[in-house]
């Protein structure tokens, strides 16, 4: 059965870059079925998407956060990874990378397996 | 940009009863609609796709309809395991977007 779990350090000083890895269990990431994807809930709040990479290391993201985000993928290891540059407090949140699944048949995409998302708080 | 707006915020309903959830979108997504419910302390769960397809093991009082620009997910009878907040995301234009809704939350009346 697939998981998808994130790692990375839960406090991030302002200014500096939020790291995160989510690694991918009980299946490939290779499949060329699905993206993977990055998204952020802040405390109280609701969902935001952040961006999305292919086993290739195609990548979209949210124009929002476009110029502070960078999206990658490590085949070898099975995993990939956030980066989120200049946070600031607006940046808390709890992160979670989810895998994009497709329906062919309706041509829809959809969020079906999920992290169990990690708190990232921006604090001196 | 496509902004998908959710209402009401809040919904409060008594168990067994109907619940309709609203999503609109700034402009037409087809039927490019998912839901999701999201419980207190845990990921979001996939309900419908499709606007109106249920994911694999979602029981069937939960139904989706709508296209275009207005959708709606209704509950048929509330159960105690089905108060939690609700987003649609339409995934129209992608690649290269995704968007989510606000959300609404159903609590207990």
């Known amino acids: 059965q697939l998981q998808l779990q994130e790692s990375g350090p839960g406090l991030v000083k302002p200014s500096e870059t939020l790291s995160l890895t989510c690694t991918v269990s009980?299946?490939?990431?290779?499949?060329?079925?699905?993206?993977w994807g990055w998204i952020r809930q802040p405390p109280g709040k609701g969902l935001e998407w952040i961006g999305s990479?292919?086993?290739?290391?195609?990548?979209y993201y949210n124009p929002s956060l476009k110029s502070r985000v960078t999206i990658s993928v490590d085949t070898s290891k099975n995993q990939f990874s956030l980066k989120l540059s200049s946070v600031t407090a607006a940046d808390t949140a709890v992160y979670y990378c989810?895998?994009?699944?497709?329906?062919?048949?309706?041509?829809?995409?959809?969020?079906?397996?999920w992290g169990r998302g990690t708190l990232v708080t921006v604090s001196s | 940009e496509i902004v998908m707006t959710q209402s009401p915020a809040t919904l409060s309903v008594s168990p067994g009863e109907r619940a309709t959830l609203s999503c609109r979108a700034s402009?037409?997504?087809?039927?490019?609609l998912a839901w999701y419910q999201q419980k207190p302390g845990q990921a979001p769960r996939l309900l419908i796709y499709?606007?109106?397809t249920r994911a694999t093991g979602i029981p069937a009082r939960f139904s989706g309809s709508g296209s275009g620009t207005e959708f709606t997910l209704t509950i048929s009878s509330l159960q105690s395991e089905d108060f939690a907040v609700y987003y649609c995301?339409?995934?129209?234009?992608?690649?290269?977007?995704?968007?989510f809704g606000g959300g609404t939350k159903v609590e207990i009346k």
């Open positions: 995301q339409q995934y129209n234009n992608w690649p290269p977007l995704l968007t």
């Open positions: 499709g606007a109106s």
């Open positions: 989810a895998r994009l699944g497709r329906s062919s048949a309706l041509n829809a995409w959809y969020f079906d397996l």
């Open positions: 402009q037409s997504v087809s039927s490019n």
């Open positions: 009980g299946g490939s990431i290779s499949s060329s079925s699905y993206y």
């Open positions: 990479i292919y086993y290739s290391g195609s990548t």
